[in-house]
């Protein structure tokens, strides 16, 4: 059996099985979240997450450049930190590169990555580089904290629980559609990054590039959901909603029922879908990249979340309700049936 066979999330339980859980005292959670929690005070606990790029396969060269490969890298990175309800306080980067490439290629990954820094108050404070024979490989670690009580995890929706997601869903993979498109024109690729750039109404559908290239990490709505004891379950959508609610539910033991009607779709995607004579609730539902936050209330605090929403401008969506483990992963169908939720996002290693 190879690794297409197998798949990205059989084998990460795989390497799971062989390492027993740790019966370090100081360990909360290890492998199977966003990040590791390790207790460091009794009132504070470390979070640690790592996220590797590869030329070729996380990025391509001829589509973005080195400086929003660079802001990526640690954007994805502070956005499991996030999905945890914690802060940011470090990261390192280890980088591979050609010895044939510029300085100033490497001079424009770290410049990439000063801005979000910078605006996160998160310090570099290490890391490690080397050669690559041809491509480019970047990986992140990044060091946050949390208060234990406020800690949210993966393995925490319960039956009942409502569904909720922050921003808009699917403009990413859209983004990412339209630059692919754009590729064989090295001038139209030329323009793209540009209008981009200077956030120009020239380019059409310049918005879904942006969110593909310049995703935000949802750090003060994850800190909002945890400080306020709101989210009872949380993660990251990196893969997908159609993928990332699986693992949510896989993780807390119980199923899930969206509605696609309530999915928020941006007017750039739902305009670009009209475009492409799709339904905008395909990239919705597989579009990976999307960095924003997939999470559970329990019905009890819905009123406070809307307070929540109102005193702090916060955009979150209600697209469905956890329900019993053997009813599995559905969505609604527009005659009002169920039907299970046999989409897939992004995943390594999965045949074509």
Sequence with gaps: MDLRQLGEWKLIRRIKTSFPASRHGDLVLGLGDDAAVIRTRSDKSLLLTTDLLVEGVDFDLSLCSYKQIGYKALAVNLSDIA????????????????????????????????????????????????????????????????????????????IGDRIFVTGTLGDSRAGLEILKSQGASSKMQTNSKRAVKRGARSLPFAALIHRHLYPMPRLREGRLLATEGLASAMLDLSDGLASD???????????????????????????????????????????????????????????????????????????????????GVSMLARNGEKKKLNLVGYEHFRRK
């Design 245 to 327: 609610l699986r693992r949510l539910c896989e993780a807390s033991r119980v199923g899930a029922l969206i509605d696609p009607a309530f999915l928020p779709i941006s007017p750039s995607l739902t305009r670009y879908a009209g475009f492409k004579e799709r339904k905008s609730s395909d990239y919705a539902l597989k579009g990976g990249e999307d960095f924003e936050l997939l999470f559970t209330v329990p019905p009890s605090r819905i009123a406070r979340l809307i307070q929540l929403q109102q005193r702090e401008h916060l955009k979150v969506t209600q697209i469905g309700v956890i329900r019993p483990r053997r009813e």
């Design 83 to 158: 999905a945890m309800g914690g802060r940011p306080r470090y990261f390192l980067v280890s980088l591979a590169i050609p010895s044939r490439a510029s300085v100033s290629f490497v001079d424009q990954l770290y410049q990439g990555m000063q801005g979000l820094a910078k605006q996160f108050k998160v310090a570099l404070i290490g890391g490690d580089t080397s050669s690559s024979p041809r491509d480019l490989f970047l990986n992140l670690v990044v060091a946050g904290e949390i208060e234990p009580s406020k800690l949210v995890r993966r393995a925490g929706a319960r």
